[in-house]
Every structure is written in C-alpha cells, then in structure tokens.
C-alpha cells in the first residue's frame, strides 16, 4: 500500500533524533501564534504515538475542519525540514558552500559585485578542498557573469583564468557525468537481471562497458572521477561473477577515500559501502583472511564514528556490518554462536522497518535460515522460510524465492516430517516447472529429493552420493556455481555421508582450506 502523505509527517516526526527535536521546539516557538501553538500540538501528539493514528489526533485536538488539518500536516513538514536545514547547515562542506553562493546572489542583487566576488572566492576554495566539482562549475560560471558585465579592478589576466578554470572543470565534469551514468548503467543491470548466467550474456555485458570506458581518457582524472570510475569496476566485475577483481576495485575505493579524509567526512556512506564490496566479495570466494581484517576495520570504524553518523548511514552501518557478522558466522561454521546477532538482527530490522525495503530484509531472513539449518534449530528456519515464501512481493528475489523453497525440503528432511516434504515437493515442482528456465541446481534438487523420499533410508547414502556428484560438476561452471553460495548444498550432503554436523564440516574445511571428497 502506498504511504499516505500524513505518514509522511509522522515518519518524519519518528525520524528525530532527541536533539533534532528539541532544536525544533526552540525553532518553532520563535512565533507564538494561535497556528504555532496548534502544529507544535500536532507535532507532540505524533511524537507520542508508537504508530499512526489520524482519528486519535483529530479527536485530541478537537479538529472538525480536514482543510484545517492538512494546513496543520504541511506547515509541520516544512518547519521540521526548515529546522533540520538550520541545523545540518553547520555539519557540511556542501551546505556552506551553497549558503555563500546564496550570499553572493543577494549581495550581487544589491550591486555589490566587489563584495559577492569576496564570497565566490571562499566558496570556490572551500568547493576545491572538498571536491565539489558542480559546485566549482556553478561558481566560476557566476565569476564569469560579473566579470563579463562589471569591471572589477582584478584585470584582464584574471577573466583568461577564469575562461581556463572554467574548460578545465568543464572537462572534468563531463567526465564525472560520463562515469557516474556508467556506473548507474552497471547497477541498474544487476538490479534487473542479475549476474551474468552465460558465456553470450558475460560477452555482451564486457562488449557495453568497454565501449563506454575505453573512448574515455584515464589518465588525469580527478579524485571524484577516479571514485566513479572504481565503483563501475566493482559493478561490471561483481555482475561478471569476477569477484577476485571486485574486491580488488574495492580495495581501491576504500584506500581512495582513506587518502582524502576530507572526502570521507562528507561522505560516510560511500566509504562503508566500498567496505560492504570488500566483504561480499571475500565471501564469494572464500577469502578467510581478507573477511577477517577487513571486517575488524569496518566495526572499528562504525564504533568509533556512530554517533556522528545520520539516519541514513546508522541504518547502512547496521545492514553492512550484521551483514558481514552473519557471513563470517556462515564462513567459520560458528552457527551455535548466532543466536544473540540473530536476535540483535531482529531489534534492528523492527527498530528501522519503515526504512528498510523488503529485498534486504528477506537476504537476511535467508541467512537466518540457513545458520538455524548450520545450528540444527530447524523449526526456526523454516519460520523465516516460510516468510521469504509467503511474502506478498513473490517477485522479489526471483534467486531467494527459489533458493528458499530448496532450503525447506533440506529442513523438513531433517526434521523427518515425510508427509510434509511429499506435499512440497509437488507443490515446488508445479511451481519450477511454471519456469521457462530451470537451471540445474533447482533440477538436481527436485531430483534429489524426489529420490529420497522414494527410496528407503538405507539407500540414501548412496543417493547422496550420487547427487553430490552432480552438485560438484555446478561447482566448475562459473555461471551456474553461485548458487551453491546461497544454499551450500555439498556440505550438508557431505555431512550427512559423513554421519558429522554441518558446522564441524564447515570448520574443519576452513582449517585445512581444502574441499573434502567422499
């Protein structure tokens, strides 16, 4: 359902910090009005509420008149966003450099051209320090326009400076745009189609970058177009499956942001993400070391900056972080040491629900599932299961969707529940067999279990057996291999060949760095 535009208002009001409010409290009563005191009311009345309750204001505040009413909503939401503006104006490069071009307007606008070029100078240099490459264009082109229409005593050396200052960031900024549309390119093709699923697909995919990246000149970029240029390395590798040179291009993005702290301060989330990329990429290739450090350094960070982080960059240091814990839980094999992360997980996913989209939160339902799996509390993965399934978005995640469904047969195997796994399996098979494509992981599976539950438990053994054989040849396909990543398959299979518990298995590979065979 959409969110309605007295929602709005309230998730804003949540939104606050104890700080931010107060700030506004003080903000707001600078009128006392008989309006002032009604949306002051308004606002302390939704402050109160743990969820959204029109009637409960209306009736409270004695509102007949709805026109009334929504005045109240807009005029709240205003002065909220007005207050918060007074606020973070004070916390970043970009709000003062575009409150002394405000500056400049008004003393220009006054005739006082001498005074606004004083102003243009500090926010220009303040724009440079900080790479605010638009900014800069911004302000030289209002440099230029006085130049062109006053004089002003600074000579014509200063006007041939200025036309050189401005092709220069001119340059610049076209490579910027160039970069940044094709790193959205990369992005936008992973949201829609995923990684790439075969050989023709992997051609045409280097065939588009290489057309756009290879008639670019590389050589003097600048650090914002060298950020962009990382980040679409990143993208096109991790869509590639190439996850050796994602994690390298990650790298970069982090040590670039490190070398310019200036750049990381203004822009937190940026930095944690390159962090998110270095860790995802570790854990596709079972990069244990790489994960550990890496990890360590992101928790380091997040601890000692948190309470400067925004909303925004709380909740991405959440995601990011608990991401990364849960992985190296999945990695180790810890699967008995999940429970408090897992139910810290939860707080988080309730505390933020309003904030987080509901693909996020079904990745990490997923890898609940599959550490209760790891911890032998079947019961509680197939909760969070049955969650991913039932979720009224099904096309979300069409790869979860699917792995999910094969995540319930090995649960409800292992649970012993034969009337159960009959009944999925017929349903889950209807449900693939409505595919136009069914890679051979989903085959293998229905297969697998297919044969299972026909045969007797003394064959099954040997049935496994037999299909680890056939998950192994997945494991050497480059396109088909990740799915396995999600539902690691060879280990619980290995496991019970080997009458062992999946974490035992999963530690001891991690020890020895080598696959077992059976």
């Known amino acids: 359902m959409p969110i309605s535009k007295s929602e709005h208002v309230f998730n804003l009001v949540k939104s606050l910090s104890i700080a931010e409010k107060r700030n506004f409290r003080i903000y707001a009563k600078r009128i006392q009005?008989?309006?002032?005191?009604?949306?002051?009311?308004?606002?302390?009345?939704m402050d109160k509420q743990k969820s959204f309750d029109e009637m409960e204001i209306l009736h409270t505040m004695k509102l007949s008149d709805k026109g009334q009413f929504s005045n109240l909503k807009r005029?709240?939401?205003?002065?909220?966003?007005?207050?918060?503006?007074?606020l973070f104006k004070e916390k970043g490069a970009n709000y003062k450099v575009r409150e002394y071009v405000d500056y400049a307007y008004i003393l220009y606008g006054k005739g006082l051209y001498l005074q606004a070029l004083k102003i243009l100078k500090k926010a220009k240099d303040l724009a440079i320090k900080h790479h605010l490459i638009y900014m800069q264009?911004?302000?030289?082109?209002?440099?230029?326009?006085?130049?062109?229409?006053?004089?002003?005593?600074?000579?014509?050396?200063?006007?041939?400076?200025?036309?050189?200052?401005?092709?220069?960031?001119?340059?610049?900024?076209?490579?910027l745009v160039a970069l940044s549309n094709l790193r959205i390119q990369m992005h936008a093709k992973y949201l829609r189609d995923g990684h790439v699923k075969s050989k023709e697909e992997a051609k045409e995919i280097r065939t588009s970058y290489h057309e756009k990246i290879d008639v670019m000149d590389l050589e003097n970029l600048g650090l914002m177009e060298r950020i962009f240029y990382v980040q679409s390395r990143v993208w096109y590798n991790y869509i590639l499956l190439d996850f050796k040179s994602c994690m390298k291009y990650a790298v970069e993005w982090i040590e670039l942001l490190n070398s310019h702290p200036n750049m990381l301060q203004r822009d937190t989330d940026l930095y944690m993400r390159g962090y998110h990329y270095v860790l995802t990429s570790a854990n596709h290739t079972k990069n244990y070391a790489v994960h550990e450090s890496y990890l360590l350094e992101f928790e380091q960070f997040r601890k000692s900056n948190y309470k400067k982080f925004n909303a925004i960059s709380q909740i991405l240091s959440f995601l990011y972080v608990h991401t990364g814990r849960l992985n190296s839980i999945m990695l180790n094999g810890n699967f008995d040491e999940a429970e408090p992360l897992i139910q810290k997980s939860l707080g988080r996913i309730k505390k933020y629900s309003y904030k987080l989209d509901d693909h996020r939160i079904m990745v990490f339902y997923f890898k609940f599932?599959?550490?209760?799996?790891?911890?032998?509390?079947?019961?509680?993965?197939?909760?969070?299961?049955?969650?991913?399934?039932?979720?009224?978005?099904?096309?979300?995640?069409?790869?979860?969707?699917?792995?999910?469904?094969?995540?319930?047969l090995i649960c409800h195997y292992e649970s012993g529940n034969v009337d159960i796994l009959q009944y999925l399996i017929n349903t889950y098979s209807g449900y693939f067999q409505r595919k136009k494509e069914l890679n051979n992981f989903l085959k293998y599976s229905m297969n697998m279990f297919s044969d299972l539950k026909s045969k007797g438990p003394s064959e099954h053994k040997d049935i496994l057996k037999k299909y680890y054989t056939l998950f192994k040849s997945i494991n050497k396909d480059p396109y088909e291999r990740r799915a396995l990543d999600y539902v690691d398959v060879l280990s619980w299979i290995e496991s019970?060949?080997?009458?062992?518990?999946?974490?035992?298995?999963?530690?001891?590979?991690?020890?020895?760095?080598?696959?077992?065979?059976?």
């Open 496 to 518: 019970k060949v080997k009458n062992t518990s999946m974490q035992e298995l999963i530690k001891a590979k991690k020890l020895n760095s080598t696959k077992h065979s059976i």
């Open 369 to 408: 599932a599959w550490i209760y799996l790891g911890a032998n509390k079947t019961d509680k993965a197939i909760k969070f299961l049955n969650s991913i399934i039932h979720n009224e978005l099904n096309k979300l995640r069409e790869d979860i969707q699917n792995y999910a469904r094969i995540l319930m």
């Open 33 to 45: 009005s008989g309006e002032q005191l009604l949306f002051l009311r308004l606002f302390d009345l």
């Open 75 to 86: 005029h709240l939401y205003t002065q909220i966003i007005a207050s918060l503006r007074m």
């Open 137 to 175: 264009l911004t302000i030289v082109e209002f440099e230029k326009k006085i130049e062109t229409r006053h004089i002003t005593r600074s000579g014509t050396n200063h006007a041939l400076t200025l036309l050189e200052e401005s092709e220069r960031i001119q340059k610049n900024a076209n490579h």
